[in-house]
Protein backbone atom coordinates (compact mmCIF):
# COMPACT_ATOMS: atom_id res chain seq x y z
CA UNK A 1 0.00 0.00 0.00
CA UNK A 2 1.45 3.23 -1.30
CA UNK A 3 0.67 5.77 1.51
CA UNK A 4 1.81 8.88 0.02
CA UNK A 5 -0.03 8.00 -3.76
CA UNK A 6 -3.42 7.68 -1.78
CA UNK A 7 -2.49 10.68 0.23
CA UNK A 8 -1.92 12.62 -3.34
CA UNK A 9 -5.72 10.92 -4.49
CA UNK A 10 -6.81 12.34 -1.38
CA UNK A 11 -5.99 15.65 -1.66
CA UNK A 12 -6.60 15.88 -5.06
CA UNK A 13 -10.64 14.97 -4.25
CA UNK A 14 -10.72 17.33 -1.67
CA UNK A 15 -9.45 20.28 -3.65
CA UNK A 16 -11.78 19.09 -6.35
CA UNK A 17 -14.45 19.77 -3.72
CA UNK A 18 -13.42 23.37 -3.11
CA UNK A 19 -12.87 21.77 0.81
CA UNK A 20 -10.29 23.47 2.64
CA UNK A 21 -8.69 20.68 4.75
CA UNK A 22 -11.01 21.59 7.98
CA UNK A 23 -14.22 21.72 6.53
CA UNK A 24 -13.66 17.97 4.64
CA UNK A 25 -12.28 16.86 8.45
CA UNK A 26 -14.83 18.05 9.60
CA UNK A 27 -17.55 16.23 7.82
CA UNK A 28 -15.65 12.62 8.13
CA UNK A 29 -15.20 13.61 11.93
CA UNK A 30 -11.04 13.59 11.89
CA UNK A 31 -8.71 16.22 12.99
CA UNK A 32 -7.04 18.88 10.09
CA UNK A 33 -3.98 17.53 11.61
CA UNK A 34 -4.48 14.04 10.87
CA UNK A 35 -6.14 14.65 7.07
CA UNK A 36 -2.46 16.74 6.31
CA UNK A 37 -0.59 13.43 7.80
CA UNK A 38 -2.92 11.33 5.47
CA UNK A 39 -2.36 13.35 2.55
CA UNK A 40 1.31 14.00 3.19
CA UNK A 41 1.85 9.87 3.43
CA UNK A 42 2.90 10.00 6.35
CA UNK A 43 0.20 7.78 7.76
CA UNK A 44 -2.15 5.43 6.59
CA UNK A 45 -6.14 5.84 7.59
CA UNK A 46 -8.38 3.01 8.99
CA UNK A 47 -10.91 1.15 7.12
CA UNK A 48 -13.36 3.54 9.24
CA UNK A 49 -12.20 6.09 7.76
CA UNK A 50 -11.95 5.48 4.56
CA UNK A 51 -15.30 4.07 4.88
CA UNK A 52 -16.29 7.53 6.05
CA UNK A 53 -15.20 9.37 3.11
CA UNK A 54 -16.37 7.21 0.67
CA UNK A 55 -19.53 7.53 2.17
CA UNK A 56 -19.81 11.44 2.75
CA UNK A 57 -18.03 11.99 -0.58
CA UNK A 58 -18.60 10.50 -4.21
CA UNK A 59 -15.22 8.72 -3.85
CA UNK A 60 -14.30 6.06 -4.80
CA UNK A 61 -12.74 3.38 -2.14
CA UNK A 62 -11.19 1.89 -5.37
CA UNK A 63 -9.55 5.17 -6.45
CA UNK A 64 -7.92 6.16 -3.21
CA UNK A 65 -6.15 2.42 -2.51
CA UNK A 66 -5.37 1.67 -6.06
CA UNK A 67 -5.95 4.54 -8.72
CA UNK A 68 -8.49 2.64 -10.58
CA UNK A 69 -12.65 3.53 -10.89
CA UNK A 70 -14.98 1.92 -13.06
CA UNK A 71 -15.11 3.17 -16.45
CA UNK A 72 -16.47 3.65 -19.50
CA UNK A 73 -12.84 3.87 -21.43
CA UNK A 74 -12.48 1.88 -24.57
CA UNK A 75 -10.52 -1.38 -24.32
CA UNK A 76 -7.73 -0.28 -26.47
CA UNK A 77 -7.19 2.57 -24.00
CA UNK A 78 -7.37 0.28 -21.18
CA UNK A 79 -4.47 -1.93 -22.77
CA UNK A 80 -2.42 0.68 -23.43
CA UNK A 81 -2.87 1.75 -19.79
CA UNK A 82 -2.55 -1.48 -18.22
CA UNK A 83 1.18 -1.92 -20.38
CA UNK A 84 2.63 1.10 -18.41
CA UNK A 85 4.72 1.06 -15.36
CA UNK A 86 3.81 2.47 -12.18
CA UNK A 87 5.86 5.11 -12.49
CA UNK A 88 4.81 5.95 -16.30
CA UNK A 89 1.02 5.88 -15.26
CA UNK A 90 1.60 8.51 -12.25
CA UNK A 91 3.39 11.01 -14.86
CA UNK A 92 0.06 10.14 -17.00
CA UNK A 93 -2.07 10.84 -14.40
CA UNK A 94 0.08 13.93 -13.53
CA UNK A 95 -0.37 15.21 -17.21
CA UNK A 96 -4.36 14.66 -17.90
CA UNK A 97 -5.10 16.47 -14.40
CA UNK A 98 -2.84 19.01 -15.95
CA UNK A 99 -5.24 18.87 -19.38
CA UNK A 100 -8.22 18.52 -17.35
CA UNK A 101 -7.26 22.19 -15.86
CA UNK A 102 -6.35 23.52 -18.87
CA UNK A 103 -9.10 22.54 -21.16
CA UNK A 104 -12.03 23.72 -18.42
CA UNK A 105 -10.98 27.01 -18.30
CA UNK A 106 -12.53 26.98 -22.49
Not at 40 to 55: F, P, R, V
Amino acid sequence: MDKILIGKRLRRQREKFSLTREKFSEKIYISPQFLAEIENGKKGMSAETLYKICSVFPISADYLLFGKEASNVNAPVLDILSSLTEPQKNILEELLITFQDIVSKY
